[in-house]
Structures are given as C-alpha cells and as structure tokens.
C-alpha cells in the first residue's frame, strides 16, 4: 500500500454558528479541528490513500480528542509527538457573503512549533524515507525556526534518496514569516527540493507582487508543477512544458472557500499515486475543491464526498 507522510500543525478551529444573527446568539461559535496539510491528510483518507499524520500536540484532552478524530478518519498517529504542558493553537474562520475567508490565529506557543526542536525529532525525520510521498506547505515551513527549516530539508533529501517523492504546498499566510525576504528564499530552498509543486497565485503575487502566471511559473524549477489560478483553472507545467486546465464550474453556492487548496491537493495527490497522469490530477483535484467549498468549515461530511474522484488506473507510484 502506497502511504503519505503529511507534516504540519492541527489547530482548534472556531467558526460562526450558522443561523446566528443580532442578540444573544451572534457570538455563537462551533468548534471543531483543522490545518492545511491535517485537512490534506483527510482527504487523502477519505480517496483511500494511507496516509499519516506528522505533528506534536499537547497532553490535553483537546489534544487527545484531535487523535481520537485522525484515528477515526483513518489517519495513523504513531509519529504525533506529546509534548506535557503544551496546547494545540487555535484559529477562527470568518466569512464574508462570498463566502471569502479570514482567519484570526492564536499559536505562538503552540505544541507543533517545537517539532524540530525535540529529543525525538531525529527518529521522526529518518522515518520520512518509509514514505512515497512526503507533503508539506509553507506553513509548515513557517512554524519553524533557520534551524529546523534545515534538519527537515536535510530529512527531505534523505528521504528522496531513499525512494520518497517531495510534494510542496505554497500555502502561503504573511503573518507566519519574519518578513517577505526571508519567506521568499524558503520558498526557493522548497521550489528546489520539491518533486511535486501545488501553488496558487494567491500565494504566490504577495510574495512576486505584479508579475505574470508565465514568470511565477519560471521561479519553479520542478519538473511537476501546477499553479492554480485565480479563476477556477490552472496551469500544469510538466518537463517545461504548460498545460492549461479549466474546472468545471461549481453549480451550488460558494459558502466557505477554506480548505479548497488542501482538498484539491489530496486528490492530486492521491490520482497521482493511482497511476493518473498530472492533468487527470488537476482535473480530480479542481472536483473535490468545487465540493468542499459549498459547505462550511474544513471539512466536510463524509456523506458529501464526491464519488469516481480518482481515474480508474493500477496503481503505481
């Protein structure tokens, strides 16, 4: 069985209770759990990819019900780190009638910022070569310190010398980065390490402000490379050559844009694994998106996934 490493953070997810107007229920909210690349790892479950889950948390029951969910979910847990006295971050989702998202964030001391700092993170980052594919984002990559930044991209060349492929996420949010010039050159180290790139010119304009989809691209030196559009469609790029993709249009209501980049990367990843090619990818990963934005949250109910997602091929890596 093909299996995933996803590393990043979880937080505790707070959004506006639906049907709460003036009055007292205005400040109503309903919790959950989310983060970029834990909604990655769900989706990847769900499209029946094994997949496990790479983070530290707290030991806190908030903590112990965030593993009781990922097991639930079909997510394995043995690399999550425990940390005594640590909590999870927490984040909360507002939405505008567009269904636009804003996050507010509250994680400076959060449990999964010490991840590469820990007695145990040796063993975490040698385990990385088990994997076939090891996905991260840029948040991810903003949550740790110069230091750790170093021992994980070490771990990622071990681990692609070993046999794992490198997917990287450019999930991108200004407030997790010192400043612009230190996040664009994680950004090249990434680019260039990465065997599979996922970005967005949402993503990738506040960092290159101004530029073309043609010299965003031209910063990516990866041979598989998708940069998803501003309108929904995007470009694969396969050995310098690129392909552009239209989705479909989404028939329902956009409610909550969160989590359209993670999903669409779960089933791009997963129709990679089953043997597609990266534009039947693109397609599967353009569906899943068009779904989890009509609902609210990070994700949404099992019943809702959509089915025939990923192209009917053997699997191969």
Known sequence: ????????????????????GAGTEAGLFSRGFGGDTLNTAVYLARLGVGVDYITALGDDALSDEMIAGWAAEGIETQLVARLPGKLPGLYMIQTDERG????????????????MDLPQTPEILDALGRYDIVYLSAITLSLYGAE???????????????GARFAFDTNFRARGWPDLDVARTVFQQAFAAADIVLASTEDLLPL??????????????????????????????????????????VEEPIVDTTAAGDSFAAAYVAARLA????????????RLAGVVVCHPGAIIPR???PSGLIPNHANSR
Not at 3 to 18: D, P, W
Not at 100 to 115: K, T
């Open 208 to 249: 290159y402000p101004g530029v073309s989809n043609e010299t965003l691209l031209a910063r990516i030196p990866g041979t598989e490379v998708v940069l998803k559009l501003s309108e929904p469609a995007s470009i694969v790029r396969l050995e310098g050559v690129p392909y552009p993709i239209k989705a479909k249009p």
């Open 275 to 286: 043997g597609a090619d990266p534009i039947e990818a693109a397609c599967a990963g353009h």
């Open 303 to 305: 019943a809702e996934m």
């Open 148 to 162: 750790g930044r170093t021992r994980l991209f070490a771990a990622l060349e071990r681990a692609r010398q070993a």
């Open 100 to 115: 636009e998202r804003r996050f507010f964030h509250w994680r400076d001391s959060a449990a999964a910022r010490s991840l």
């Open 1 to 20: 069985m093909t299996r995933v490493a996803c590393v990043g953070e979880c937080m505790i997810e707070l959004k506006q209770a639906q049907g709460t």
